[in-house]
């Protein structure tokens, strides 16, 4: 790929410019390749664990796909690979290759595991609810209907709950780059930052914990419930694990790893 040789590429640090390329070139390939795209969402995103589609492999390989381009996805990757390139590089050259791509990891899984959890707790509630909407009845009815169909094993039931659990999908680079924003936060606290719609700057540590009450307020609200706030936060609490844990030996600044 010529994106690869040019001169804004090959002037950012080695692991971030590697997470743009992939990001990007997925993206694209699903994007001119709808068909194929469909293919790589059912393998690579993350799927809910008691799915038929799960693979442990999925809670790496769903960071690097983002939204497809007929469901928003330009905003989606734009948003998030900016954020990679705003910040990404200046951890990277803070913190050095290697522990800046353990900590862009950890929060990526950190936020995968979130939202397996949050399924975990929710998807029988939410099934259910959707039963009782189709069929307008009370969820107390519905869930009765749903026990008794489970205690007479009927087969068409089961079935019709793994389909639910496999439409249970995450994609997208948010978790690790929500943990990112954490840890530009923490390192450089006092950094002046502007938002488009603030035209006075703000200090970075005010627009992280701003960030971490909208995502909790939106995900116990589950306003926008098909964007993943749980899993948003995942990304912030196990990055702030790591950040904690090089605060007391001394190496969150890159003194030492």
Known sequence: MNITNSGFFRSLPPVTRN???????LWLVGGFMPAFNEVILSHLGLHYWGASGFNPLQFVTYMFLQAPLNEGGVAHIFFNMWA???FGRILESTWGARRYLLFYFACGIGAALIQEIVW???WQHDYISAIASQNHVSF???EAAVRTGLEAGHDSLVSAM???KRMLLTIGASGAIFGLLLGFGCVFPNVPMYLFFIPVPIKAKWIVAGYGVIELFLGVSDTLSSVAHYAHLGGMLFGGILIIYWHFNGSLHGKRY
Do not use: F, K, Q
């Not at 997470?19 to 070139?25: D, K, Y």
């Open 19 to 25: 997470l743009l390329i992939i990001n990007i070139g």
């Open 84 to 86: 990679l390139y705003m």
């Open 120 to 122: 975990t707790l929710t």
């Open 140 to 142: 107390r009815e519905a």
């Open 162 to 164: 793994d389909t639910y």
